[in-house]
């Protein structure tokens, strides 16, 4: 039996197309794309996907890959995965922002550790918040909802010279806005509590000035904002869930679905 070349570029190119997708969403994803998790690791995983991805995507016409029309889909594919996992991402880092905003506000900001989804150093409290969030996302089966999302994208939007749209680009943008927005909602509630607490100390100062307010201010804005914390904990997940539920469905608008 002989096998054209045609043959074997189509058979290679229903693989790689979709590789280029998948291998963008799971770099720029959370969880998957995170610096904790190594390069082979994620090249793997993306592989892994690929194989699942392929038998349900539509078969598209040989390209050359080097070609023109080539260079152009593989553009439109990491763009849409990009988008895909920069969208979820988002949600992380609202949550991560909020904790930060807290740390600091808690005195905290001295106490940094590095954060294992962006190497970078971060509050402790931002880290706690990072980490509840990773926990929250993960018991909801949120990394097997991805690879859902993920798959019927092939179907809403195959393989094709044709990309993400002008209004899917500026729909992302004003999530970008809108979640960092999210981020000082998240955060409010600590960030009301420690405002009345500095309040308090301003008035004793000026009522007392030989109050030492260093000494006693420290250790009580900790304690309060700790508690805050504790309280809040419970609305936390839903908070993160809804975010989460419009992220998806700003991805599901994204690819047309």
């Known amino acids: 039996m002989t096998v054209s070349l045609s043959e074997i570029t189509a ?24 610096l904790s998790v190594p390069v082979r690791i994620r090249l793997l995983i993306a592989i892994a996907l690929t194989a699942v991805v392929v038998p349900v ?74 980490v509840l969030a990773t926990l929250i996302f993960l018991s ?3 990394h097997l909802i991805m690879v859902e999302v993920l798959v019927n994208s092939f179907k809403t939007l195959p393989v094709a010279e044709t990309g993400l749209g002008a209004d899917s680009i500026w729909a992302l943008v ?19 509590a420690l405002l009345l607490v500095n309040l308090a100390f301003a008035v004793m100062t000026r009522s007392s000035p030989q109050l030492n307010v260093f000494a006693i201010g420290f250790p009580i804005t900790l304690i309060v904002g700790f508690v805050v914390i504790a309280a809040t904990l419970p609305n936390l997940s839903p908070q993160f869930l809804f975010l989460v539920e419009q992220s998806l469905e700003l991805i599901n608008q994204m690819v047309g679905r």
């Open 11 to 34: 058979l290679i190119g229903s693989y790689f197309w979709p590789f280029v997708r998948v291998g963008a969403m799971v770099m720029a994803a959370p969880i998957y794309g995170t």
């Open 174 to 192: 004003m999530w970008g806005s809108w979640i960092f927005s999210g981020a000082v909602l998240i955060a409010i509630p600590a960030v009301s």
């Open 57 to 130: 995507a539509p078969t598209m016409a040989a390209v050359d890959p080097l070609g023109a029309s080539g260079l152009l889909i593989i553009f439109n594919q990491l763009l849409i995965g990009i988008a895909m996992g920069f969208a979820l991402r988002l949600v992380f880092s609202a949550l991560e922002s909020g904790g930060q905003i807290i740390g600091q506000l808690m005195g905290l900001g001295f106490a940094q550790m590095v954060d294992p989804q962006s190497g970078v150093q971060v509050p402790v409290v931002s880290q706690l918040y990072t």
């Open 140 to 142: 909801f089966n949120g």
